[in-house]
């Protein structure tokens, strides 16, 4: 194999004058919908006073199992299915509209119908 000569050496030993940009890393923006989930998840256990073991042993007296990992992620990404949300609901003593933020009641913008 030949010797890199001592320019090419010396341009792999050179440290560069300018620092070389940093390529920007593209962090993915929650759904807004969504991260009012994930806060109405974590608002809704912190108000029970209820441990993740404590949810996950509630959850598993009525045959749902669910690992505290699993728990932490619903409350962090605010992405869970139905039936688990509905209960979680139930351990907490709410409804899943809450869970999701929702208020019981709330007036209808003009205009929209469902959409």
Do not use: K, N
Request: aromatic letters at 4%; proline letters at 7%; a positive charge.
């Amino acid at each position: 194999m030949p010797r890199p000569s001592s320019d090419a050496r010396h341009a792999l030993s050179a440290s560069p004058e300018e620092p070389q940009p940093v390529p920007a890393v593209s962090v993915p923006q929650l759904d807004p919908v969504v991260e009012t989930v994930a806060h109405g998840l974590r608002g809704a256990r912190a108000r029970t006073g209820m441990s993740e073991s404590q949810v996950c042993a509630i959850l598993a007296e009525q045959g749902f199992t669910v690992t505290t990992a699993r728990l932490r992620s619903w409350e962090r990404t605010g992405v869970i299915r139905l039936d688990a949300a509905y209960r979680l609901a139930d351990a907490y003593g709410t409804t899943v509209d809450a869970l999701a933020g929702r208020r019981a009641y709330r007036s209808r913008q003009a205009g929209t119908h469902g959409t």
